[in-house]
């Protein structure tokens, strides 16, 4: 049996990182695999790590998103020591590779046994950078888990049965640019009466958040939830038409897969992380700006034929390509092949 550490940013934050952490987790301890979590918005979590790793209870370290293993790394040099599989989430390539971390995070790609990618498309950044990495350079995309819940009733919402309604599921910040999908489905309600946005997930930047709530006060056909606690997401999910991300860069945009999973369209921004996920107008539409977004979630509340078949591909998409036994398979073969010989500990 593989013992694992698992070390992960905003744990306690309902992001996309503490949702796959505790996805694997929960799914790898039933495989027989002990996982750990430990939390970077602990309280000292470097003191916490420095003994979790003197325990000598842990075989291979599995590190999620790299600058900030990497600023860990440069704390506690012990890591070095163990075999680390380190999954890449998505602000660490678009954004930190970019920048003046990038030399801090090239030791950490370099040490690290696996990289793990969501997505092909970030392979050739990476290589262009480290083309040492081709031979530990893995994709693995994230499998859809999306446990059943209580549905939510339109009614309790004052939606009525025949609206179209486009979700956001997205935490609050600069970065998902929510504003994009807001003035489009401004626009499209002043021709379509029966659209409407739901938009849920956490105030992770609490000015952004308030200033999301100022945008759509007033507006009576744009409904702000809230954070959804994920075991009761498939409940709010179901009220969908189509779901929308408008993301300015993304790792893998699992609330619009999740969505996609219970069989509606997507409306995805062609940026990375989006780009590659769906094939456009088979699964949804890729949009670049206002116009786009308009004219394309236009076309689905016009042919409600259209969203149905595309959201039946969507949901076949899921089932083939995002399905959580092969992300688990996947995470298996990795740990499996760092062999005994390979622990230096």
Same mark, same amino acid.
């Not at 949702?19 to 602990?42: F, P």
């Given at each position: 049996?593989?013992?694992? *550490? ?9 992001? %996309? ?11 790898? =301890? ?26 000598? $209870? ?12 990497? !600023? !860990? ?11 680390? #599989? ?11 590779? $970019? ?12 040490? =690290?046994?696996? #990289? ?10 990476? @290589? ?13 995309? +994230? ?24 979700? *956001? ?27 409407? !946005? ?36 498939? %409940? ?10 408008? =993301?300015?860069?993304?790792? +893998?945009? +699992?609330?619009? @897969? ?46 409600? +034929? ?12 899921? $089932? ?26």
């Amino acid at each position: 049996m593989r013992s694992i *550490l698992m070390i992960t940013p905003y744990l306690k934050q309902p992001r %996309g990182n503490s949702i796959t952490v505790n996805r694997l987790k929960s799914h790898l =301890s039933a495989r027989g695999y002990m996982v750990d979590i430990l939390s970077l918005d602990d309280n000292n979590p470097g003191n916490a790590l420095k003994r979790a790793l003197n325990t000598g $209870k842990y075989e291979i370290i599995h590190g999620f998103h790299a600058r900030h293993m990497a !600023l !860990l790394l440069q704390d506690i040099p012990q890591i070095s020591r163990f075999p680390v #599989v380190l999954t890449m989430t998505g602000t660490d390539i678009n954004y930190d590779l $970019k920048g003046a971390n990038r030399d801090l995070l090239a030791r950490m790609i370099m040490l =690290s046994t696996y #990289v793990v990618i969501f997505n092909d498309l970030f392979s050739q950044p990476l @290589l262009d950078l480290f083309p040492d990495i081709a031979s530990k350079l893995i994709t693995i995309p +994230q499998g859809v888990h999306l446990p059943p819940a209580p549905l939510v009733k339109r009614s309790d919402l004052n939606i009525n049965a025949d609206d179209f309604v486009f979700l *956001l599921p997205s935490g609050l910040r600069p970065v998902k640019n929510l504003e994009l999908a807001i003035r489009a489905i401004e626009k499209l309600h002043s021709a379509h009466a029966t659209v409407r !946005l739901l938009i849920m997930g956490a105030a992770i930047e609490e000015s952004y958040g308030y200033r999301i709530r100022r945008r759509i006060a007033g507006l009576d056909f744009i409904k702000y939830l809230g954070e959804i606690p994920h075991h009761r997401l498939y %409940g709010y999910l179901a009220l969908g038409n189509a779901v929308i991300n408008c =993301s300015l860069a993304e790792g +893998q945009p +699992q609330g619009a @897969l999740e969505a996609m999973s219970l069989m509606m369209p997507a409306i995805l921004t062609d940026v990375p992380g989006n780009r590659g996920v769906m094939e456009h107008g088979v699964h949804g539409f890729y949009v670049t700006d206002e116009d786009s977004l308009v004219r394309f979630a236009g076309q689905l509340v016009r042919d409600r +034929q259209l969203a149905t078949q595309m959201g039946r591909a969507a949901g076949e998409l899921i $089932k083939s390509r995002f399905d959580l036994k092969r992300e688990l398979d996947s995470y298996c073969r990795l740990y499996e092949s760092i062999t005994d010989d390979e622990i230096k500990y």
